[in-house]
């Protein structure tokens, strides 16, 4: 009995938690749906017209084909790098421990004002101020880390002993790689691609520390858009941005795991 | 085995340890060529622009050598003094304040003992980590603002005249933390509840301890590396996020970043911006060194 109260105290308290940390997702989702002119709630009625309304905001539609540009190229880069440096480190010493992974993690470890700031200056001392390379790299930077981790979680599932199979059948190191390694660690390369996507396009300071006027990407428009007032159109945005997330995630965890993509796993 | 056999006389082919070496050789050179476009990238992205923020910051503007010339006026005026202090101020109490809700969630996630309870918990936790950043600071204003969900509810029930001033509070950007950087206080803490022996808390059942004197003396005592080591990477966090504190903060709660940001691209005074990022970098890395330190203390002293 007395354990069964124990617990009890701790679910209580658990919901308290639970509704604090759904509480501005649940005001975003069913104010979208309001009829007036302001987020309000209660509603006094259900409407889908701020989401026409996203369609007459050349703004947002321009900063969403920003991102989406963004990111493609920045995961496209990631996965790349992240893939080869994963299979490298994993030959190097298959626990993916010692000073080479934590030089690749460490774009997690220093804070995004920190990286967005020295990228800048950086960029600025070479005189280079096109948006393209800027952001591409700072972007690439910073999800390069989750390719890694994705791509190593599935070098540790596989095998090693097919590695062996083909270069005793007299395959040269890098055709091994090709024909045996990526096959078989097609599930990583492919969720990590969705996260460094996800992680680009939600990247909020790297992008308003490098953008231009002629390169502004969505989450940056929304920043100076909120600073002004709460409109249901961002609320109806968000939405629908939550859910492309949810989806991406989701498509994500099938291929990888949910504790390689937040980390959990240590 | 390849010295005696070399020692044998003449031979014409390579010993089989021979082969070996050379082979181990071609591989280590292959593993770096398959490490070096990250490597190289990370050389161009972060190491040289960490080295050319650093050079910014002790060499000013129009003059030759170097000088810390930056620091000590950053050091010297009140305003940025107030925001160094507000930083740390801020980021020491958000921590604490993330610690309750953390442990919380943590205790359920670890120690309950239904298995669809637990699971569900993890994935809210996970929530800020799905939703995007802005949207969930879009997401507080919409809940603090004057019209927002707070004020309209409390008018509704003619509890108040005139809305409470929520937003641009201390309080706004202690939600913001909270909901920013639970996760990271909830990872630690349940992967060391989760490791505590079983054993142990049937043992302070059977010797008759109640549930809240197993917490207190067991349970508690064992969790201190995950509290301790959440508590600091919170607190890196917390001094270090710019988006939610800016936004929730307003004009009168500025932050360190916010300085950065405001010198960098508005007052446009590159100089001075790199050493407010220098004195940030050691700050933080002066967290994360203590993080390490104590970790290693309590390991030490509880055997985890």
């Known amino acids: 009995m007395r354990r069964g109260a124990y617990q009890a105290i701790w679910v209580s308290a658990g919901w308290v938690v639970i509704l604090f940390m759904l509480a501005p997702i649940l005001v975003i989702f069913l104010g979208s749906f309001t009829t007036r002119e302001y987020l309000s709630l209660p509603l006094d009625g259900l409407s889908l017209r701020w989401y026409w309304e996203i369609l007459e905001q050349p703004k947002f539609l321009d900063g969403f084909a920003r991102s989406v ?162 409109e249901p159109v961002v609320a109806a945005l968000s939405t629908v941005l939550m859910l492309v997330s949810a989806a991406g995630l989701y498509l994500a965890e099938r291929f990888v795991g949910m504790d390689v993509i937040f980390g959990a796993r240590k | 085995m390849a010295t005696s056999e070399a020692a044998v006389g003449p031979r014409l082919q390579p010993t089989p340890g021979e082969i070996a070496v050379a082979a181990e050789r071609r591989q280590n050179v292959l593993n770096w060529v398959l490490l070096a476009p990250a490597l190289a990238m990370l050389t161009f992205s972060l190491l040289f622009p960490l080295l050319i923020v650093i050079r910014n910051a002790v060499y000013p503007a129009g003059q030759p050598g170097f000088s810390l010339f930056y620091f000590e006026k950053f050091l010297s005026d009140p305003y940025f003094l107030g925001v160094l202090w507000r930083t740390f101020r801020l980021g020491v109490i958000a921590t604490v304040v993330t610690l309750v809700p953390g442990y919380v969630l943590a205790h359920n996630i670890a120690l309950h003992p239904n298995a669809r309870w637990r699971t569900f918990v993890m994935i809210v936790t996970l929530v800020p980590l799905v939703v995007q950043l802005i949207i969930r600071v879009f997401g507080w204003l919409a809940v603090l603002s004057p019209n927002g969900t707070i004020n309209s509810f409390l008018r509704e029930l003619d509890l108040i005249d005139s809305p409470l001033r929520l937003l641009f509070t201390e309080t706004a950007m202690m939600i913001g933390f909270v909901h920013s950087h639970l996760y990271f206080m909830v990872l630690p803490i349940a992967a060391t509840l989760m490791k505590i022996d079983p054993n142990l808390l049937r043992a302070s059942e059977n010797l008759g301890a109640t549930p809240t004197k197993t917490f207190i003396n067991v349970i508690l005592p064992l969790s201190m590396p995950g509290v301790v080591s959440g508590c600091l990477i919170c607190f890196a966090l917390n001094i270090s996020d710019f988006v939610a504190p800016s936004v929730l903060g307003g004009n009168r709660n500025r932050m360190m970043t916010y300085t950065i940001f405001e010198q960098q691209l508005y007052v446009a005074n590159q100089h001075f911006a790199a050493a407010a990022t220098v004195i940030l970098m050691v700050a933080s890395a002066l967290a994360i060194a203590g993080a390490f330190r104590a970790a290693t203390m309590y390991g030490r002293r509880f055997g985890t």
């Not at chain 1, 591409?136 to 999800?143: A, E, N, R």
């Not at chain 1, 055709?175 to 990247?203: E, K, Q, Y």
């Open chain 1, 69 to 230: 540009q963004l990111g493609v190229a920045a995961s496209i880069v990631s996965t790349f790098l992240g893939t080869l440096a994963a299979i490298g480190l994993f030959r190097r010493n298959p626990k993916a421990t010692g000073w080479v992974a934590i030089v690749l993690m460490l774009p997690l470890m220093v804070p995004s004002v920190i990286i967005a700031m020295s990228v800048l200056q950086f960029f600025n001392t070479l005189n280079i101020t096109n948006p393209y390379v800027t952001l591409l790299l700072g972007h690439t930077l910073i999800t390069f880390p989750y390719v890694v981790r994705s791509v190593t979680a599935t070098l540790g599932l596989m095998p090693r002993g097919i590695e062996w199979a083909g270069a005793n059948l007299g395959a040269n190191p890098w055709r091994v790689i090709w024909h045996v390694t990526i096959p078989n660690i097609r599930p990583g390369v492919i969720g990590g691609l969705i996260i460094a996507f996800l992680v680009s396009f939600d990247s909020v300071t790297i992008s308003i520390f490098l953008q231009t006027p002629a390169f502004i990407p969505l989450p940056v428009r929304l920043y100076n858009f909120i600073e002004y007032g709460v």
